[in-house]
């Protein structure tokens, strides 16, 4: 019974530090600035950056930062069921 009480402590951990490494790394990645781009067919003004409207360019730190924030909380969810749910 001792090494399943440690199993489910050490789940719990690994679960939150994922979650919480995956956050970290989504922070960064949305505070680094995206490198412009673009398509145009006309020839632009230089000193203009246009975006299309209601877009939002992530950098892959910041996609792969949020892809391991929701695993992490897949687990935790995942964990918390199990803990929640009624033994037979």
Known sequence: M???DRVALLSWIVAGAVT?????AAVI??????????WFAYQPL?????Y?????????VALIGLAVTVIGLLALAFLLGRRLAPTR
């Open 2 to 4: 001792g090494t399943l």
């Open 46 to 50: 230089t000193a203009e950056v246009v």
């Open 52 to 60: 299309p409207p209601g877009s939002l360019a992530l950098t892959p």
């Open 29 to 38: 990645g949305l505070a680094t600035p995206v490198s412009s781009f673009g």
């Open 20 to 24: 919480l490494t995956g956050a970290v």
